[in-house]
């Protein structure tokens, strides 16, 4: 059975620090998704990861995917307040459904 | 753009009531999804379908059932609500099963079973 472990789940970090989050899963998968939520909102896609070494930015965040250690990153760049929210990372089984992670709930203090 | 929309955002009902929840989408996605989300647990599927008529279980699906009886809409039904039921409920579709395509949400109901 497919299981997705992100951490950290809770993370606290000062506008304009780095920092990373891990999403690891454990069987073999070829797509990798890192959705964004806001609280009291539904979620938002971020990035698409479709194969090993796949790396994709969009402003301050930047995913990458790498399918022999099943594992995927997030980082993020000289964090700002915009950026709290709760990622979540999803990969599609055998099945081809969807399989979340718990979440990381973001907080971006000033 | 995609829409997908679900029938209440907030949803308040008793004990050992029938509920429906129903979902919409209108860009013709063969697939759609049935989660809850709970604090701490991410999302886990409940239900999910790949064609009209067509269903299959998801990690929880106990309690619950679903109706697709035209492509574009797919209702989830608790059949006799508890208060553990209480979640929010998120709906999800996606164009093809084996292509690499993005999945998409509405925006969730809200739901309180006292």
């Known amino acids: 059975e497919l299981k997705v472990e992100q951490n950290p789940l809770f993370l606290s970090m000062q506008e304009g620090k780095n920092y990373t989050i891990y999403c690891n899963y454990s069987?073999?998968?070829?797509?990798l998704y890192w959705y964004r939520q806001d609280p009291g909102k539904s979620l938002e896609s971020l990035f698409v990861l479709l194969s090993n070494g796949a790396v994709k930015q969009e402003g301050r965040l930047m995913a990458s995917l790498d399918t022999k250690a099943r594992l995927s990153t997030l980082h993020i760049t000289a964090a700002v307040h915009d950026l709290s929210a709760t990622y979540f990372c999803a990969v599609v089984s055998l099945r081809n459904d969807m399989r979340f992670g718990a979440g990381t709930r973001l907080t971006v203090k000033p | 753009d995609v829409k997908v929309t679900q029938s209440s955002r907030y949803l308040v009902k008793r004990t050992g009531e029938k509920v429906f929840l129903e979902c919409v989408q209108d860009?013709?996605?063969?697939?759609m999804f049935w989660y809850r989300q709970d604090p701490g647990l991410g999302l886990r599927l409940i239900y999910f379908s790949y064609d009209v008529k067509m269903k299959e279980k998801g990690d929880i699906p106990e309690g619950y059932s679903v109706s697709r009886e035209k492509k574009e809409r797919f209702s989830l039904i608790l059949e006799s609500a508890s208060t553990n039921q209480t979640s929010m409920y998120l709906c999800?579709?996606?164009?093809?099963?084996?292509?690499?395509?993005?999945?998409?949400f509405g925006p969730g109901t809200r739901l309180t079973v006292l």
């Open positions: 999800a579709s996606r164009m093809r099963l084996a292509a690499y395509n993005e999945q998409f």
């Open positions: 069987t073999t998968s070829d797509r």
């Open positions: 860009m013709d996605h063969e697939n």
